[in-house]
């Protein structure tokens, strides 16, 4: 549990450019905090304790805003940004040097039993608002753009958006650090759009300026 811990806090540094010292985040990070309690909890829980892992989740979650169940998976590296309102549901699983912004559930759609939540693969970056629902698989080096709902799983190395989320770039190159450019992400429905705007003004052209001489 220490190690994970260590491995926690570096990736504050690692992701946060706003992250000066040590002291400042153990003492004023809200995502950290919340990661520390999940930690502790999770660990209780192996233990066979019963009721105190929920009850740190619950003060946590009262605390910070973040509501991690004890009973979730998480690996090392994680970090979560700012964090307000991230909740990660029970039979969640995250991999390694995942990422997550404001506002962020790993949910479940209300319809199933047991494994109910999403797993989510290594270098993963979930953007701002963005729901995660039912028990799919997230593959490596996924990028979810702001406020998108994930339903179906989503193959390694790819950037998916929308409502529901659609896939945008399959087998890209992973993007350094685990970052986003979340105001450059293409919008393929605004795109589509352009495209027929596009084929009407052609196709005005033609009917207001009809060729005098047609082919026969």
């Known amino acids: 549990m220490l190690n994970a811990i260590r491995k926690d806090l570096q990736a504050v540094f690692d992701r946060d450019p706003s992250a000066t010292s040590r002291v400042e985040v153990i003492l004023t990070y809200a995502g950290f905090h919340a990661l520390l309690a999940y930690r502790i909890a999770h660990w209780l829980r192996d233990l066979g304790v019963p009721f105190f892992p929920r009850a740190v989740s619950q003060l946590a979650r009262w605390m910070t805003g ?3 169940h004890p009973a979730a998976k998480i690996g090392t590296g994680f970090f979560i940004d700012h964090g307000m309102g991230v909740v990660i549901g029970e039979t969640a699983e995250i991999g390694d ?3 997550l912004f404001q506002g962020v559930t790993l949910g479940g759609t209300g319809k199933e039993r047991g494994k109910r939540h999403p ?3 290594n270098h993963v970056v979930v953007g701002a608002g963005a729901k995660i629902l039912g ?7 996924v990028k979810v753009g702001a406020n998108s709902v994930v339903l179906k799983n989503v193959s390694a190395n790819s950037t998916v958006i ?3 989320a659609r896939v945008i770039k399959a087998q890209g190159e992973r993007l350094p650090d685990a970052t986003m450019d979340h105001i450059n992400l293409p919008d393929p429905v605004s795109d ?3 495209e027929l705007e596009h ?4 196709l005005r052209k033609k009917v207001e300026n009809p060729d005098p001489y047609p082919p026969r």
């Open 66 to 68: 973040i509501e991690i």
């Open 97 to 99: 040097y995942v990422t």
């Open 119 to 121: 797993t989510l693969g």
């Open 135 to 141: 028990g799919i698989q997230i593959g490596n080096n």
């Open 162 to 164: 929308g409502v529901p």
């Open 192 to 194: 589509r759009l352009l």
């Open 199 to 202: 084929e009407l003004i052609e």
